[in-house]
């Protein structure tokens, strides 16, 4: 049967299962057919052996090309292999030597495997170096070009900008290690000028935390409230208390042990009472380890808590604190309290701990006492501002 643009409209999936593979071939030109998904995808193939070996190619999707158009590169991929080429093998080398390649290369070998961070490599990827890049050769991107890019995203976004570049960067140094271009091929996204950034210095005042409690009171989802007040009760990291299981607290010595961290080591979390106390009252999830489970997605755990927390921030009218603001938020309020800073960077697991480990031999355990005094902290104004509000209340 010939393939005909009123045959592909009509055709639909006749596989096993949803990995399947299905195709109509076409009468006319032996090999070149129409692929069908399990999810009604169209797309033309071509399929031709050589050198032993069965190859096929994917031309491009039905209704993007028509099917002469389809059907004439079939044939021009056919003569090649025809005459002892490999227009697979071509494809692939050309899709190496091309910017999406590489990038494609160096998220699945390198950034999946050795970066915590490398879902923010893969949106930057298609947020902005893809669309800029994709398409081009890696050796004719130029200098001149990647300081342009970084200028323009930098006018609107000045750190994401910094951040971008030097992934581009990391990019363009894994090509030259993997002999993607020449070991001495100049990395054009290399000592460009940073835009000048400042840190953010975003804190709660202590009088919001009863408005605060009261929104998070009436959220719905117990993990998502139970994970912004542990993130007040602990000063942990964002991602390092999502990621927790319940095998991981030792009730008995009042830890939540990490097998990992920012830091790439283990750590523990200490636990005060307010912090146990809220682990002992959070329902444990059928078949779910993690502690702050995804209510959607069966064995996932809770993922997007920026949404949610938008939401109650701003019930609260605290629209300028981010959830990180939070961890620095509770830092600030031992700082204030007098605890001592060596003691407040082993709360938070900073990577220079030297000072503070002198100061866990010295004392009994001053990371657990640096966390109780956070317990005082927040429970002392929680109790205040509430008392302060009911007396206004009265008197009106």
Known sequence: MKLTKTVCDKAVYKG???????????????????????????SFIVFYRTGGKQRIITIGRFGVLTVDQARKRAQEILVEANQGGDPAEEKKKAHKSTFAGLADDYLQNHSRIHKKSWREDQRRLNAYLLPAFGARRIVDISRAEVVNFHRKLGKEKPYEANRVISLLSALFEYARKNEYIAWDCVNPARLITKFRERSRAVFMKKEDLPKLFAVLDREANPYFKAFIKLTLYTAARKTELLTSKWGDVDWDQKV??????????PYEIRLSESALAILRELPRQAGNDYIFPSETELGKRLWNVDKPW???RAAAGLDHVNVHDLR???????AQAGVPLQHISGALNHKDRKTTEVYARLCDDPIRDTVNRLDEIIGENIVLFTEIREKKTDTA
């Open 310 to 312: 938008r939401r109650v």
């Open 16 to 42: 096993k299962g949803k990995k399947g593979f299905y195709a109509l071939w076409d009468g006319q030109l032996r090999g070149f057919g129409l692929r069908i998904t399990p999810s009604g995808t169209k």
């Open 328 to 334: 620095r938020t509770s830092a600030s309020w031992l």
């Open 256 to 265: 939540l042990r990490l097998k990992d961290s920012k830091n790439g080591q």
